[in-house]
């Protein structure tokens, strides 16, 4: 099992333009969250999902979209990328209560 | 909002010395989790407590929960340079339909040989 899966691993934008992050876990788990880490601010929720068709925001979703199709992938989309969106972003699934995080994707908006 | 306030928010040893970080919540916790991250690397889970005045061990590493289930702490014996990274604490908090990990700033570890 290659786990949870993000790709792009860097990424430059310049302001305002979209992307998105993508993320996929091949360990069927139903719950899939994003997560992003800036310096000194620990790990702070953006959204998260409980299955395939149901998303939610967590403590920072400004300024970012999600969506759930299939239980396997949970993308994240930045419509319209601001300077304030540069850090590292990290998908993580759970089962029992564990998380699992992927490698993370580095963002830089100029 | 829930808090998880985690100190302190570096640590600088020489390999050897023992380590330890600290984690409070604002709330009463159903469990606390662990996780490590190492430099350039993502966070992975080291351990999760439940029960009031846990302890549990992990070769060097102890952890704790406290009685209340507002604090927890994890310490390091006798620190090697593998050790280094840093240490978040976890608590799960109730969100619509499902609860959710909310984590400390982190501890920021560095072992000089």
């Known amino acids: 099992n290659a786990g949870v899966t993000q790709t792009p691993k860097f990424q430059v934008l310049k302001t305002g333009q979209s992307m998105t992050l993508q993320c996929a876990q091949d360990m069927n788990h139903e719950y899939m969250s994003w997560y992003r880490q800036d310096p000194g601010m620990g790990l702070r929720l953006i959204h998260y999902s409980v299955g395939a068709g149901i998303t939610d925001q967590g403590e920072v979703p400004n300024g970012y979209n999600v969506s759930r199709s299939t239980t396997e992938d949970f993308p994240l989309r930045l419509l319209s990328a601001a300077p304030s969106q540069t850090s590292v972003y990290f998908c993580?699934?759970?089962?029992?209560?564990?998380?699992?995080f992927g490698s993370g994707t580095q963002l830089s908006v100029l | 909002g829930q808090q998880v306030m985690q100190i302190p928010q570096y640590q600088h040893v020489q390999e050897g010395e023992d380590f330890t970080t600290y984690c409070n919540s604002s709330?009463?916790?159903?469990?606390i989790q662990w996780y490590k991250q190492r430099p350039g690397g993502h966070p992975v889970f080291l351990i999760q407590?439940?029960?009031?005045?846990e302890v549990k061990k992990q070769k060097r590493l102890t952890f704790q929960f406290g009685e209340a289930k507002k604090n927890s702490s994890l310490h390091i014996t006798a620190t090697q340079t593998t050790d280094v990274g840093t240490y978040f604490c976890?608590?799960?908090?109730?969100?619509?339909?499902?609860?959710?990990?909310?984590f400390g700033k982190g501890t920021k570890l560095s072992v000089t040989p």
């Open positions: 993580a699934s759970r089962k029992g209560g564990k998380l699992f």
């Open positions: 407590l439940v029960k009031s005045g």
């Open positions: 709330t009463t916790l159903s469990n």
């Open positions: 976890a608590g799960p908090y109730s969100g619509a339909g499902s609860y959710q990990l909310t």
